[in-house]
């Protein structure tokens, strides 16, 4: 491996740019040596003023660029599946954007194509994992001081959604963030999910089942319910309170500064996920870096992203159904027998 590890960024869009500058400009370890997107204006804007760095069209001549050594795909979510497999045909470690692969048949072979190679290479951007409030809420959970944890009540709201945005979207984009945070909060599996809609909101685009109200079952009798509402309109918030037996723990109700001027107080609340989650990101990054330079994968594995993957598919039927859902999850192969 050489002094800096050199990355291939697949998608300069919203959040590739944004890792492009992370890697380059917050993250030490690292140097991104190629970007690939089919809209080159993108591509060159998102690497502009960066000596060195190439660009393509194609995923794969990124791949191929001498001197890559690692991938962060930040494509969209249709893409993955490809640009996985071609990063583990070349041995190149990866980290992914959710959603891994938003089809579980797809994310079930992304699972057994690693699996086959015995060894991990995939991180997925759940970076959830990585915020400071969310890891305190883990560590409070697993010292068991609350008891067993019973329920989480969640909140996701955005500001506004884009405009290719769809009600399935709400939970395999949106929802997808709680699932993967309450497997790896609570240790349990999802079985089973009800989606229940409220009237929508005048302020979403029309057709648009918004806000949605999401109640999974885990296999250990937690429940956890979602209220996504990705058209609030007013700020980017992302809540969970715990609800445990001998006590409850609340995280996302602080995060942002209190200005008190002429004799009032205002909370300031985010935008959007690239403000709420910032720190998270760059401590996603920095794990990532350090971790493939040391020849080690952690985080969230290719299990936890199929896992997702099958919770949000169901989801997807909840909501369509009208009906409580059961999720069917594929065996775990042994590579990822770690807890989640
Ligand atoms: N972790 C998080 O909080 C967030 C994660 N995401 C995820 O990041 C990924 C990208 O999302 P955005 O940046 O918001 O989308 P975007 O639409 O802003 O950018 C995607 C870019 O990928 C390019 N692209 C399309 N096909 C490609 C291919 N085959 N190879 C390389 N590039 C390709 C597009 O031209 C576009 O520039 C998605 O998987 C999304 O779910 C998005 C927002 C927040
Ligand atoms: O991952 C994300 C987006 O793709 C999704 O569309 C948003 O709802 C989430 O808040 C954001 O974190």
Same mark, same amino acid.
């Given at each position: ?31 991104? /040596?190629?970007? &690939? ?14 000596? #060195? ?13 001498? #001197? ?32 891994? /692969?938003?089809?579980? &048949?797809?994310?079930?072979? *992304? ?14 951007? !759940? ?11 883990? $560590? ?26 769809? $009600?399935?979207?709400?939970?395999? $984009? ?27 909101? &005048?302020?979403? @685009?029309? #057709? ?20 996504? !509402? ?33 004799? #009032?107080?205002?909370?300031?609340? @985010? ?5 709420? !989650? &910032? ?21 969230? $594995? ?13 989801? *997807? ?24």
């Amino acid at each position: 491996m050489s002094q800096l590890l050199g990355v291939a960024v697949l998608g300069a869009g919203h959040m590739g740019a944004d890792h492009i500058r992370r890697l380059d400009r917050v993250v030490s370890g690292a140097r991104v /040596v190629a970007v &690939a997107d089919p809209d080159a204006a993108r591509a060159e804007e998102a690497v502009a003023g960066r000596a #060195g760095v190439t660009v393509h069209a194609e995923a794969e001549a990124a791949l191929d660029v001498p #001197g890559v050594e690692a991938v962060l795909i930040a494509s969209p979510g249709e893409a993955h599946e490809e640009a996985l497999l071609a990063a583990f045909a070349r041995g190149l470690p990866v980290l992914c954007e959710k959603p891994m /692969v938003p089809d579980p &048949a797809g994310a079930l072979r *992304v699972v057994e194509a690693e699996a086959g190679l015995g060894r991990r290479l995939t991180q997925i951007g !759940f970076m959830r994992r990585y915020d400071t409030e969310y890891a305190r809420l883990k $560590s409070l959970l697993d010292s068991g001081r609350l008891g067993r944890p019973l329920l989480l009540h969640c909140t996701h709201r955005n500001v506004s959604s884009p405009p290719y945005f769809t $009600s399935a979207m709400l939970i395999d $984009s949106s929802v997808s963030h709680e699932i993967d945070a309450a497997r790896w909060l609570l240790g349990h599996e999802i079985d089973a999910v009800t989606v229940h809609r409220p009237r929508p909101s &005048a302020g979403a @685009p029309a #057709g648009l089942s918004d806000p949605q109200f999401v109640v999974f079952e885990t296999d250990r009798g937690a429940l956890v319910d979602v209220e996504v !509402f990705v058209n609030c309109g007013f700020g980017y918030q992302v809540r969970c309170e715990a609800v445990c037996e001998a006590g409850s723990a609340r995280i996302g109700e602080d995060h942002t500064m209190v200005v008190t001027a002429a004799g #009032g107080a205002r909370e300031e609340v @985010p935008a959007d996920y690239l403000l709420r !989650f &910032a720190d998270a990101y760059d401590r996603e990054l920095r794990a990532w870096v350090d971790a493939t330079r040391a020849g080690r994968v952690t985080g969230p $594995s290719a299990w936890d992203g199929y896992a997702a993957a099958a919770v949000a598919e169901a989801g *997807v039927r909840a909501l369509e159904s009208g009906t409580r859902t059961a999720v069917g999850l594929a065996p775990r192969p042994a590579l990822y027998a770690e807890p989640h």
